[in-house]
Every structure is written in C-alpha cells, then in structure tokens.
C-alpha cells in the first residue's frame, strides 16, 4: 500500500462526500456489512434504495428507512432514492410512499417522481428540498431553474457532462435558487457508470432465461456481468435491466477543477471490494491536502473491479483512462 502524504489545504471550499445507492444485488448480510463500514467513513450523505429492480427483495421499503435511521444516528445526511425506470402499478406505488415521506430528503430517478415531489412540496413547502438524480435530464441552466423552483436542494449532474458545461449550468458565484435555497451541484466522481436502463433484463437473458423467471441471477454479480469486445477488451456491464460502463469513472485528481466548476459534493458509487478506502483516499485529497498522483497509484493497486477512467469529464470518450 502506498503512504498517502498530505500537506495544508488552500482556501477551497469542504466538498460533501456522498456514496451513491447500491447497484447491485448484495446479500442482506453484505450490505449491511458495507453499510456499517459507511456509518464509520468520513462520508457526509448517503443515498439508499433499489434504484434498478424492485424485483430485488433483500430490502423493503421499510428496511430502507430503519437503516436510514441507523445511518442518521451516526451522523449522516440520508437521501432515499427512487428507481431510474418505473415499469409497473406497484412499483409507482413504492414510489410514492418513498416521495411521501418527509423524514428524509429524496432523490428522484425520473420525472414520475419528480411529479410526486412536486405535488408535495407544494402542500408542505416546509419538507426538506429533494435531489435531482443523474437520470433527471438536465443539461441546461434553463432545465435546472424551471426544476428549481419545484422544491429542489440539490442537482446531480448527468454522468457524460463535462466539468465545464457543469459551470455553465450552475456555477459558484450565480447558482440557480428556488424555494429550499440556492441548488447544490453532485457530480459523480467515482464508480462504474449507469450508461442505460431498459425494460428487458439482460442478465436474465444473458442466461437464457425470461425476466419474470430470472432466478435472481443478479446476485451472482456483486459487481455486475462484464461484456467484453471481440478483441477480449473489457466493454460494459450488465446489471439486470441496467447497462454499466466496464471501467470506473475516477476524478481524484479532479479537485480543482471540480471546484472551479461550482460543483459542492460528489459522489462515490459502491463496488465491493476497497470501498472504504476509496472513500478514505477522495476525503485526504479533497480535505487534507493528500497527493492524488499517489492515491491514484493506491487505487490502481486496491484491485477494484475495472480501471480508471475520466474521459467524459474532459469532453472526451467516456472510456478514456486519465490523464497523466
């Protein structure tokens, strides 16, 4: 392991370190175990919910939010999430009850919940501000201050935005405002990338089997299904009706530019393995002044479940490993 050395910081802003909801389908003992790790992290938010497929039952709608109260307990800002595609009557249903709730803020999947929040916010203005999730589309400052006022806190930009276009969208010093304050801006800084959703599940297929008679076989994947090119190169991944990026988007070296783009939290999606100390690794960086060419190299040597891209940050092809 490589000795992370830090220095005093500048001036720059504390960015909000928040872990993303889990992707995948981890047993009910693995999750918790990871979500106990978090409790102890210097991670300031955390997102939970099934946001792929509710046909994965470790968790119910209550088990969320008793781990939301244990989370928040410990410290913690919580956000419930929605799913990214609702697909049916019970699924809306969950939806809604997840949208209802005023305990904690909840981050919309899709423009069904943003409905709902809407409608809620409305009657109790007093309710805490609602996230806009990265499968919201918003590219626009014009889309972001048409939302705002709706009752959003915080917008989560979409994965394949640039850092630059980001400050155009909401920069530091004219950030679009409605009725909870001025909008945060979350930028996915770390994780295999959600790319696209689809009613189909394609791990399901990808064992010859139909949707409704998946067997489950997401749960074999703690990391997802990897696809690879005819040249045998890592491609994307498969995870159920979700298509991930094969490598992991990573902006640990990013601070800077992240700070020039206005950007106040960014988030780090769960993979199974070296988790915590990816956390770890972003807080002495973006906080304490830690070399980010050594914890790259740290990274590089945690054997996470795909290599180290940032090209989408830079206006480049997403699968561009970084920069030097």
Same mark, same amino acid.
């Given at each position: 392991?490589?000795?992370?050395?830090?220095? /005093?910081?500048?001036?720059? /802003?504390?960015?909000?370190?928040?872990?993303?909801?889990?992707?995948?389908?981890? /047993?009910?003992?693995?999750?918790?175990?990871?979500?106990?790790?978090?409790?102890?992290?210097?991670?300031?938010?955390?997102?939970?919910?099934?946001?792929?497929?509710?046909?994965?039952?470790?968790?119910?709608?209550? %088990?969320?939010?008793?781990?939301?109260?244990?989370?928040?307990?410990?410290?913690?800002?919580?956000?419930?999430?929605?799913?990214?595609?609702?697909?049916?009557?019970?699924?809306?249903?969950?939806?809604?009850?997840?949208?209802?709730?005023?305990?904690?803020?909840?981050?919309?999947?899709?423009?069904?919940?943003?409905?709902?929040?809407?409608?809620?916010? !409305?009657?109790? /203005?007093?309710?805490?501000?609602?996230?806009?999730?990265?499968?919201?589309?918003?590219?626009?400052?014009?889309?972001?201050?048409?939302?705002?006022?709706?009752? !959003?806190?915080?917008?989560?930009?979409?994965?394949?935005?640039?850092?630059?276009?980001?400050?155009?969208?909401?920069?530091?010093?004219?950030?679009?405002?409605?009725?909870?304050?001025?909008?945060?801006?979350?930028?996915?800084?770390?994780?295999?990338?959600?790319?696209?959703?689809?009613?189909?599940?394609?791990?399901?297929?990808?064992?010859?089997?139909?949707? %409704?008679?998946?067997?489950?076989?997401?749960? %074999?994947?703690?990391?997802?299904?990897?696809?690879?090119?005819?040249?045998?190169?890592?491609?994307?991944?498969?995870?159920?009706?979700?298509?991930?990026?094969?490598?992991?988007?990573?902006?640990?070296?990013?601070?800077?530019?992240?700070?020039?783009?206005?950007?106040?939290?960014?988030?780090?999606?769960?993979?199974?393995?070296?988790?915590?100390?990816?956390?770890?690794?972003?807080?002495?960086?973006?906080?304490?002044?830690?070399?980010?060419?050594?914890?790259?190299?740290?990274?590089?040597?945690?054997?996470?479940?795909?290599?180290?891209?940032?090209?989408?940050?830079?206006?480049?092809?997403?699968?561009?490993?970084?920069?030097?």
């Amino acid at each position: 392991m490589h000795n992370v050395a830090t220095k /005093p910081m500048t001036s720059t /802003p504390r960015f909000g370190l928040t872990v993303g909801p889990l992707q995948y389908w981890w /047993p009910r003992a693995q999750a918790m175990a990871f979500y106990a790790e978090v409790a102890d992290s210097a991670a300031d938010t955390v997102v939970l919910g099934e946001v792929v497929c509710s046909r994965r039952n470790e968790f119910k709608t209550d %088990d969320w939010i008793a781990l939301a109260r244990d989370l928040a307990r410990c410290g913690k800002s919580v956000v419930l999430a929605t799913q990214a595609l609702v697909m049916s009557e019970s699924e809306l249903r969950t939806l809604r009850r997840l949208c209802e709730h005023d305990e904690f803020a909840v981050e919309a999947g899709d423009a069904s919940a943003l409905a709902v929040l809407a409608r809620e916010h !409305a009657k109790r /203005p007093q309710r805490p501000g609602f996230v806009l999730g990265p499968h919201v589309n918003v590219y626009s400052r014009a889309a972001l201050a048409e939302l705002a006022p709706l009752g !959003a806190s915080c917008w989560v930009a979409p994965l394949e935005l640039a850092l630059d276009a980001v400050a155009r969208i909401n920069p530091a010093d004219d950030r679009v405002s409605g009725p909870a304050g001025p909008v945060a801006t979350e930028v996915f800084a770390f994780g295999r990338m959600p790319l696209a959703f689809s009613a189909r599940c394609f791990t399901a297929r990808h064992h010859r089997l139909n949707k %409704d008679e998946c067997d489950f076989r997401c749960r %074999d994947d703690a990391d997802g299904l990897l696809l690879t090119s005819s040249e045998g190169a890592p491609f994307l991944v498969l995870n159920g009706i979700q298509t991930q990026s094969a490598a992991l988007h990573c902006l640990i070296g990013a601070r800077d530019a992240l700070a020039a783009a206005g950007v106040s939290r960014v988030r780090l999606s769960p993979c199974s393995r070296g988790f915590a100390r990816v956390v770890a690794l972003f807080d002495d960086v973006f906080h304490h002044g830690a070399d980010a060419h050594a914890a790259r190299a740290e990274l590089d040597a945690l054997g996470l479940p795909g290599a180290l891209v940032d090209g989408f940050a830079r206006r480049q092809p997403g699968m561009q490993e970084i920069a030097a």
